[in-house]
């Protein structure tokens, strides 16, 4: 089993910044991959980004250039830049094993003037 907790979240307006964090507890040798999906209000749940255990990395089209993953041991990031009303979501982070996703509960980022 693996729990994983996010935080991080808020109100920003656009074009700011903003960092998430996620941190792994449990069997965390058995993760090989970390990622954040998000879902805005009245849409289904969509990737954002991933980082595996050899720091590999993988962004959705909407995000290249503006959100960077990292991952420090069990905690893995995503900085956020360059913000539009768009990206207002509650963000999910993931913790992958193989052949199991591990959820947080999300946390809320807006982007608002």
């Known amino acids: 089993q693996v729990q994983v907790v996010e935080s991080g979240g808020g109100l920003v307006q656009p074009g700011g910044s903003l960092r998430l964090s996620c941190a792994a507890s449990?069997?965390?040798?058995?993760?090989?991959?970390m990622g954040w999906n998000r879902q805005a209000p009245g849409k289904q749940r969509a990737f954002v980004a991933t980082?595996?255990?050899?720091?590999s990395t993988n962004y959705a089209d909407s995000v290249k250039g503006r959100f960077t993953i990292s991952r420090d041991n069990a905690t893995v990031y995503l900085q956020m830049n360059s913000l539009k009303p768009e990206d207002t979501a509650v963000y999910y982070c993931?913790?992958?094993?193989?052949?199991?996703?591990?959820w947080g509960q999300g946390t809320q980022v807006t982007v608002s003037s």
């Open positions: 993931n913790a992958q094993t193989r052949g199991y996703f591990y």
């Open positions: 449990g069997s965390i040798f058995s993760i090989v991959a």
């Open positions: 980082i595996t255990n050899v720091g």
